[in-house]
Protein backbone atom coordinates (compact mmCIF):
# COMPACT_ATOMS: atom_id res chain seq x y z
CA UNK A 1 0.00 0.00 0.00
CA UNK A 2 1.26 3.36 -1.09
CA UNK A 3 0.46 6.88 0.27
CA UNK A 4 2.72 8.78 -1.95
CA UNK A 5 1.70 11.75 -3.72
CA UNK A 6 2.88 14.40 -6.06
CA UNK A 7 2.83 18.10 -5.97
CA UNK A 8 4.56 20.69 -9.09
CA UNK A 9 5.55 17.10 -11.01
CA UNK A 10 7.64 16.75 -7.82
CA UNK A 11 7.12 13.35 -6.12
CA UNK A 12 7.09 12.49 -2.34
CA UNK A 13 7.52 9.15 -0.33
CA UNK A 14 4.14 10.23 1.55
CA UNK A 15 1.39 12.25 1.45
CA UNK A 16 1.33 13.73 4.98
CA UNK A 17 3.53 16.53 6.09
CA UNK A 18 3.45 19.72 8.66
CA UNK A 19 1.12 23.20 8.27
CA UNK A 20 3.67 26.22 7.82
CA UNK A 21 3.90 27.62 11.75
CA UNK A 22 3.92 24.24 13.51
CA UNK A 23 7.24 22.61 13.86
CA UNK A 24 9.03 25.04 11.31
CA UNK A 25 10.51 27.78 13.53
CA UNK A 26 13.93 26.94 13.98
CA UNK A 27 16.58 24.08 12.20
CA UNK A 28 15.77 21.95 15.63
CA UNK A 29 12.21 21.72 14.67
CA UNK A 30 12.63 21.54 11.03
CA UNK A 31 15.34 19.29 11.33
CA UNK A 32 13.06 16.88 13.50
CA UNK A 33 10.27 16.90 10.82
CA UNK A 34 13.06 16.14 8.56
CA UNK A 35 14.21 13.12 10.40
CA UNK A 36 10.00 11.91 10.71
CA UNK A 37 7.64 10.07 8.39
CA UNK A 38 6.45 13.47 7.40
CA UNK A 39 6.57 13.58 3.67
CA UNK A 40 8.58 16.74 3.71
CA UNK A 41 8.59 20.32 5.66
CA UNK A 42 7.46 23.60 5.05
CA UNK A 43 8.90 26.26 6.84
CA UNK A 44 7.38 29.28 8.97
CA UNK A 45 6.15 32.33 6.91
CA UNK A 46 8.86 34.19 6.60
CA UNK A 47 8.69 37.99 6.71
CA UNK A 48 11.95 40.14 5.03
CA UNK A 49 12.77 40.64 8.65
CA UNK A 50 12.92 38.63 11.61
CA UNK A 51 10.28 38.94 14.04
CA UNK A 52 9.61 38.51 17.19
CA UNK A 53 5.70 38.54 17.37
CA UNK A 54 3.18 39.02 19.48
CA UNK A 55 3.55 38.91 23.41
CA UNK A 56 3.01 35.64 25.28
CA UNK A 57 0.87 33.60 25.87
CA UNK A 58 -0.07 33.29 22.13
CA UNK A 59 -0.96 29.59 21.85
CA UNK A 60 -3.09 27.52 23.67
CA UNK A 61 -4.57 24.12 23.82
CA UNK A 62 -7.95 23.89 23.98
CA UNK A 63 -10.86 21.22 24.32
CA UNK A 64 -11.49 20.61 20.50
CA UNK A 65 -7.79 22.73 19.34
CA UNK A 66 -6.22 25.43 19.18
CA UNK A 67 -6.09 29.02 19.38
CA UNK A 68 -3.23 31.13 18.46
CA UNK A 69 -2.22 34.58 17.62
CA UNK A 70 1.58 34.28 17.29
CA UNK A 71 2.01 37.11 15.54
CA UNK A 72 4.15 36.16 12.56
CA UNK A 73 7.30 35.35 14.56
CA UNK A 74 10.24 34.26 12.71
CA UNK A 75 14.15 34.42 11.85
CA UNK A 76 13.57 35.78 8.50
CA UNK A 77 13.42 34.92 5.01
CA UNK A 78 17.16 34.53 4.57
CA UNK A 79 17.61 31.98 7.99
CA UNK A 80 15.31 29.72 6.08
CA UNK A 81 16.63 29.58 2.60
CA UNK A 82 19.63 29.26 4.28
CA UNK A 83 18.40 25.77 5.82
CA UNK A 84 16.98 24.82 2.64
CA UNK A 85 20.10 25.33 0.84
CA UNK A 86 21.84 23.10 3.15
CA UNK A 87 18.69 20.04 3.44
CA UNK A 88 19.05 19.98 -0.73
CA UNK A 89 22.86 19.03 0.04
CA UNK A 90 22.51 16.83 2.45
CA UNK A 91 18.77 15.25 1.20
CA UNK A 92 19.14 15.63 -2.85
CA UNK A 93 16.18 14.45 -4.88
CA UNK A 94 14.12 15.44 -2.04
CA UNK A 95 11.55 18.75 -2.62
CA UNK A 96 11.09 21.22 0.32
CA UNK A 97 8.16 24.26 0.66
CA UNK A 98 9.29 27.48 1.79
CA UNK A 99 6.60 29.64 3.52
CA UNK A 100 6.14 33.73 2.76
CA UNK A 101 4.44 36.90 3.72
CA UNK A 102 4.65 40.06 2.70
CA UNK A 103 2.82 43.19 4.44
CA UNK A 104 2.15 44.27 0.83
CA UNK A 105 2.72 43.34 -2.54
CA UNK A 106 6.29 45.34 -2.73
CA UNK A 107 7.81 43.14 0.38
CA UNK A 108 5.83 39.93 -1.62
CA UNK A 109 7.63 40.66 -4.41
CA UNK A 110 10.88 41.77 -2.61
CA UNK A 111 10.73 38.20 -0.58
CA UNK A 112 10.44 36.33 -3.98
CA UNK A 113 13.24 38.02 -5.71
CA UNK A 114 15.51 36.70 -2.62
CA UNK A 115 14.29 33.29 -3.25
CA UNK A 116 14.97 33.75 -7.16
CA UNK A 117 18.49 35.00 -6.11
CA UNK A 118 18.78 31.87 -3.86
CA UNK A 119 19.72 28.39 -4.96
CA UNK A 120 16.64 27.39 -3.28
CA UNK A 121 14.50 24.53 -6.18
CA UNK A 122 11.34 23.44 -4.17
CA UNK A 123 7.99 24.56 -3.70
CA UNK A 124 7.29 28.43 -2.27
CA UNK A 125 3.67 28.55 -0.57
CA UNK A 126 2.60 32.10 -0.54
CA UNK A 127 0.50 32.96 3.10
CA UNK A 128 -2.38 35.19 2.33
CA UNK A 129 -4.15 34.43 5.49
CA UNK A 130 -1.99 35.23 8.29
CA UNK A 131 -4.88 36.75 10.66
CA UNK A 132 -3.16 37.50 13.68
CA UNK A 133 -1.18 40.59 13.26
CA UNK A 134 -2.85 43.29 14.68
CA UNK A 135 -4.28 46.03 11.97
CA UNK A 136 -3.62 43.71 9.16
CA UNK A 137 -6.49 42.46 7.40
CA UNK A 138 -6.88 38.48 5.98
CA UNK A 139 -5.46 39.08 2.03
CA UNK A 140 -7.36 36.38 1.27
CA UNK A 141 -10.75 38.06 2.21
CA UNK A 142 -10.19 40.70 -0.24
CA UNK A 143 -10.36 39.42 -3.71
CA UNK A 144 -8.66 42.73 -5.45
CA UNK A 145 -6.06 42.34 -3.39
CA UNK A 146 -5.50 38.79 -4.16
CA UNK A 147 -5.46 39.60 -7.52
CA UNK A 148 -3.40 42.81 -7.88
CA UNK A 149 -0.97 40.10 -5.91
CA UNK A 150 -1.23 37.05 -7.80
CA UNK A 151 -0.47 39.47 -11.27
CA UNK A 152 2.44 40.61 -9.54
CA UNK A 153 3.74 37.36 -8.42
CA UNK A 154 3.22 35.51 -11.69
CA UNK A 155 4.97 38.54 -13.80
CA UNK A 156 7.71 37.62 -11.67
CA UNK A 157 8.29 33.92 -10.43
CA UNK A 158 7.82 31.45 -12.68
CA UNK A 159 8.99 28.22 -10.37
CA UNK A 160 6.21 26.57 -9.05
CA UNK A 161 3.96 28.30 -6.26
CA UNK A 162 1.07 27.93 -4.16
CA UNK A 163 -0.82 29.77 -2.26
CA UNK A 164 -2.61 29.44 1.90
CA UNK A 165 -5.79 30.71 1.85
CA UNK A 166 -8.37 31.12 4.89
CA UNK A 167 -11.30 29.38 5.39
CA UNK A 168 -14.47 30.48 3.37
CA UNK A 169 -17.86 30.44 4.46
CA UNK A 170 -20.31 31.02 1.14
CA UNK A 171 -20.56 29.42 -2.06
CA UNK A 172 -21.32 32.37 -3.87
CA UNK A 173 -17.44 33.30 -2.27
CA UNK A 174 -16.34 30.09 -3.53
CA UNK A 175 -16.86 30.94 -6.99
CA UNK A 176 -15.80 34.60 -6.94
CA UNK A 177 -12.01 33.42 -5.50
CA UNK A 178 -11.87 30.06 -8.02
CA UNK A 179 -12.52 32.31 -11.06
CA UNK A 180 -9.59 34.59 -9.98
CA UNK A 181 -6.96 31.91 -8.90
CA UNK A 182 -8.02 30.22 -12.21
CA UNK A 183 -7.02 33.10 -13.93
CA UNK A 184 -2.96 32.33 -12.59
CA UNK A 185 -0.53 29.09 -12.93
CA UNK A 186 -0.86 28.26 -9.23
CA UNK A 187 0.95 24.77 -8.70
CA UNK A 188 -1.61 24.50 -5.78
CA UNK A 189 -3.92 25.84 -3.17
CA UNK A 190 -3.39 25.16 0.45
CA UNK A 191 -6.80 25.18 2.26
CA UNK A 192 -7.31 26.10 4.89
CA UNK A 193 -5.77 28.52 7.39
CA UNK A 194 -6.79 28.96 10.97
CA UNK A 195 -10.63 30.15 11.64
CA UNK A 196 -9.09 33.74 12.43
CA UNK A 197 -10.18 35.82 15.19
CA UNK A 198 -11.69 33.02 17.28
CA UNK A 199 -12.34 33.53 21.23
CA UNK A 200 -11.66 30.99 23.79
CA UNK A 201 -12.50 31.71 27.31
CA UNK A 202 -11.47 30.03 30.58
CA UNK A 203 -14.57 29.92 32.70
CA UNK A 204 -13.07 29.31 36.02
CA UNK A 205 -10.69 32.76 35.62
CA UNK A 206 -13.19 33.96 33.52
CA UNK A 207 -10.59 35.23 31.48
CA UNK A 208 -9.63 34.91 27.49
CA UNK A 209 -6.41 32.51 27.47
CA UNK A 210 -4.11 34.26 25.40
CA UNK A 211 -2.78 38.08 25.35
CA UNK A 212 -2.76 39.63 21.69
CA UNK A 213 -5.44 40.91 20.81
CA UNK A 214 -7.74 41.37 23.77
CA UNK A 215 -7.72 36.95 23.15
CA UNK A 216 -8.79 37.04 19.58
CA UNK A 217 -6.79 34.08 17.65
CA UNK A 218 -6.67 31.96 14.72
CA UNK A 219 -8.79 28.71 15.78
CA UNK A 220 -7.38 24.88 14.62
CA UNK A 221 -7.85 21.62 15.25
CA UNK A 222 -10.92 19.51 15.37
CA UNK A 223 -13.36 22.43 15.24
CA UNK A 224 -11.84 23.51 12.01
CA UNK A 225 -12.59 19.79 9.65
CA UNK A 226 -15.87 20.86 8.64
CA UNK A 227 -14.61 24.14 7.54
CA UNK A 228 -11.58 22.13 5.69
CA UNK A 229 -13.41 19.53 4.00
CA UNK A 230 -15.25 22.12 2.48
CA UNK A 231 -13.09 24.22 1.33
CA UNK A 232 -11.10 21.54 -0.01
CA UNK A 233 -14.23 20.17 -2.06
CA UNK A 234 -15.35 23.42 -2.86
CA UNK A 235 -11.74 24.22 -4.88
CA UNK A 236 -12.00 20.61 -6.19
CA UNK A 237 -15.06 21.12 -8.39
CA UNK A 238 -14.12 24.59 -9.15
CA UNK A 239 -10.25 25.24 -9.56
CA UNK A 240 -9.06 23.60 -13.12
CA UNK A 241 -7.12 20.73 -12.94
CA UNK A 242 -3.86 22.16 -13.20
CA UNK A 243 -4.24 23.10 -9.97
CA UNK A 244 -3.60 20.82 -7.25
CA UNK A 245 -5.14 21.05 -3.46
CA UNK A 246 -3.27 20.55 -0.32
CA UNK A 247 -5.64 19.98 2.52
CA UNK A 248 -5.25 21.50 5.88
CA UNK A 249 -7.27 21.49 8.87
CA UNK A 250 -8.66 18.95 11.94
CA UNK A 251 -6.80 16.03 11.21
CA UNK A 252 -6.53 13.82 14.18
CA UNK A 253 -5.97 10.66 12.88
CA UNK A 254 -5.92 8.21 9.29
CA UNK A 255 -9.45 8.73 8.52
CA UNK A 256 -9.03 12.65 8.37
CA UNK A 257 -6.39 12.20 5.91
CA UNK A 258 -8.20 9.65 3.95
CA UNK A 259 -11.33 12.15 4.74
CA UNK A 260 -9.19 15.32 3.22
CA UNK A 261 -7.95 13.27 0.28
CA UNK A 262 -11.75 12.12 -0.55
CA UNK A 263 -12.50 15.34 -1.06
CA UNK A 264 -9.67 16.21 -3.31
CA UNK A 265 -6.48 16.85 -1.51
CA UNK A 266 -3.33 15.96 -3.13
CA UNK A 267 -1.48 16.43 -0.30
CA UNK A 268 -2.20 16.84 3.63
CA UNK A 269 -0.86 19.05 6.03
CA UNK A 270 -1.20 18.83 9.73
CA UNK A 271 -0.99 21.57 12.54
CA UNK A 272 -2.90 21.11 15.90
CA UNK A 273 -2.01 17.62 16.29
CA UNK A 274 1.61 17.95 15.37
CA UNK A 275 2.18 20.29 18.22
CA UNK A 276 0.31 18.44 20.80
CA UNK A 277 1.95 15.36 19.77
CA UNK A 278 5.09 15.88 18.07
CA UNK A 279 6.95 14.47 15.06
CA UNK A 280 5.61 10.69 16.21
CA UNK A 281 2.57 11.96 14.59
CA UNK A 282 3.71 11.36 11.08
CA UNK A 283 4.22 7.89 11.87
CA UNK A 284 0.75 7.19 13.31
CA UNK A 285 -1.36 8.71 10.70
CA UNK A 286 0.65 7.12 8.12
CA UNK A 287 -0.35 3.85 9.50
CA UNK A 288 -3.56 4.78 10.50
CA UNK A 289 -4.21 5.56 6.62
CA UNK A 290 -2.91 2.59 5.23
CA UNK A 291 -5.10 0.75 7.44
CA UNK A 292 -7.95 2.56 6.14
CA UNK A 293 -6.35 2.05 2.65
CA UNK A 294 -5.85 -1.73 2.97
CA UNK A 295 -9.54 -2.11 4.45
CA UNK A 296 -10.74 -0.64 1.91
CA UNK A 297 -8.77 -2.25 -1.04
CA UNK A 298 -6.96 1.08 -2.41
CA UNK A 299 -3.42 0.39 -3.31
CA UNK A 300 -2.78 4.21 -3.91
CA UNK A 301 -4.37 7.62 -3.09
CA UNK A 302 -5.27 8.13 -6.77
CA UNK A 303 -7.89 5.27 -6.59
CA UNK A 304 -9.84 7.37 -4.13
CA UNK A 305 -8.82 11.33 -4.38
CA UNK A 306 -11.51 13.10 -5.27
CA UNK A 307 -14.12 10.71 -5.18
CA UNK A 308 -16.19 12.01 -2.58
CA UNK A 309 -20.09 10.95 -3.25
CA UNK A 310 -22.73 13.46 -2.79
CA UNK A 311 -26.42 11.97 -2.48
O1 LIG B 1 0.08 34.18 14.04
C1 LIG B 1 0.71 33.57 13.14
O2 LIG B 1 1.97 33.62 12.98
C2 LIG B 1 -0.14 32.76 12.21
N1 LIG B 1 -1.13 32.02 12.77
C3 LIG B 1 -2.04 31.32 12.01
O3 LIG B 1 -2.93 30.64 12.52
N2 LIG B 1 -1.92 31.36 10.65
C4 LIG B 1 -0.96 32.07 10.03
O4 LIG B 1 -0.90 32.07 8.77
C5 LIG B 1 -0.02 32.80 10.83
CL1 LIG B 1 1.25 33.69 10.05
Not at 5 to 18: Q, R, W
Not at 207 to 214: F, G, N, R, Y
Not at 285 to 307: C, N, P, S, W
Amino acid sequence: ISTRTHIAGFNFDNCIMNAAGVYDYSAEELDAVQQSAAATFVTKSATLVPREGNPEPRYCNTPYGSINSMGLPNFGLAYYLDYVSAAQRQVPGKTYFVSLTGFNVEEDIALLRQVQASDFEGIVELNLSCPNVPGKPQTGYDFEAVTRILEAVFDLYRAPLGIKLPPYFDLVHFDQIAAILNRFPLAYVNSVNSIGNGLCVDAAAESVLIKPKQGFGGIGGAYLKPTALANVFAFRQRLNSSIQIIGTGGVQNGTDVFEHILCGADMVQVGTVLHQEGVAVFERLTRELKAVMAQKGYGGIDEFKGRLKTL
